[in-house]
Nanobody
């Protein structure tokens, strides 16, 4: 089983930057695609932000964050990965609770963008962009 613990987040002005981190641990973590989702309105579905494949083979971004956000993954060891989301040029509409997530299938070739394909979630962390 994979466990996810997020850190970072907070309050930033428009145009500013933040870096989110997620410690992903467990015996199968290196086989899993990892992703960031966000929930901009309580009760609404979580929206895909970015994903990185197992083995750092590829990354994928939703259109609204391309060129501003960068997802990265550090393979610390065989049972721990650090997932990061560097967010630059933040806008008001980036305000949300951000979640890291682990794919429910090992070695999946295609990076999934739907929340139902991710079965482990972090606790969520607030990012607020405000002047």
């Amino acid at each position: 089983q994979v466990e996810l613990v997020e850190s970072g987040g907070g309050l930033v002005q428009p145009g500013g930057s933040l870096r989110l981190s997620c410690e992903a641990s467990g015996p199968t973590v290196t086989r899993k695609n990892l992703a960031w989702f966000r929930q901009q309105t309580p009760g609404k579905d979580r929206q895909f932000v970015a994903a990185v494949a197992w083995g750092n083979r590829s990354t994928l971004y939703t259109d609204s964050v391309k060129g501003r956000f960068t997802i990265s993954r550090d393979n610390t060891d065989s049972t721990k990965n650090m997932l990061h989301l560097q967010m630059n040029s933040l806008a008001l509409e980036d305000t949300a609770v951000y979640y890291c997530a682990a794919d429910n299938t090992s070695w999946r070739v295609i990076l999934p963008t739907t929340a139902k394909t991710y079965h482990v979630w972090g606790q969520g962390i607030q990012v607020t962009v405000s002047s």
